[in-house]
């Protein structure tokens, strides 16, 4: 429902309940089975969010206070007539605070630490969904509202940093949901940068990318159904089961045929021609 309010809005205010929906319900599902790691993680995830909607309200009401409306189709219309300082704030406060959900670097800490902890089909929409509506509200907000290019170049750097730091991030973990959630944060950076381009080119690439990755991405977590699963194990695994009893049916989804259905996803994810179809 909060996803759905989220991508069919017309307005800021329905966005932001879009929002709020998704933190609440979020937060249950971060948290099932109340272990101690997931009740931080999901307290962390919580506070951060709440931050991000505490900017997002502000910017809000500074919008209605200067526009007077919070429908983004008449926003566009009168976005002009104020004062440009004053534009630019808004636009600088709605993208903290989309950058936030979205998890750009540097406002990307917390996603690391909440992912994994999750269980795996929890993870898995998580990845494939949360940060998705930021970068949509990101995308709606600049190609919308802000017709000015004022932050172009400032997005261009942010996307290209938080390309960096994720994929620098993912070499150093050793566990591997750790590691998909930095290429996560990574692949948050690509879609960002066609945002950044300013052109409807940059946004359609940015848009089918996401879509792509919505698929890709949660596919990769439901393959490790484990909390914890060191990389380094798992690549023996994938030697193991190459060069001595690869085994794929259509009965279940053994150990022996998972390092398979991860280096196909990875081709997907890699877009590498013709896998990302497969996927």
Known sequence: AGVSNAFLTGDLFNLYVGFEILLVS??????????????RSGTVYVVVSVVSSTIFLIALAMVYGAV???NMAQIALRMDSIDPATAQLIEVMLMVAFGVKAAVFPLSAWLPDSYPTAPAPVTAVFAGLLTKVGIYAIIRT???????PGLDNALLIIALATMVIGILGAVAQDDIKRLLSFTLVSHIGYRLWGVGIGTGGGLTAAIYYTA??????TALFLVFPQNKVSYYSFLMNLLYSQLFHFCLDDSSLSPESLPIYFLLDEFGHATVPE???IV
């Open 26 to 39: 979020s937060f249950v599902l971060i948290t099932l089975g109340s272990s101690r790691e997931r009740i």
């Open 142 to 148: 600049q190609s919308t509202l802000f017709a000015d």
């Open 275 to 277: 896998f990302d179809a």
């Open 212 to 217: 792509h990755h919505i698929i890709v991405q």
């Open 68 to 70: 007077g409306t919070v």
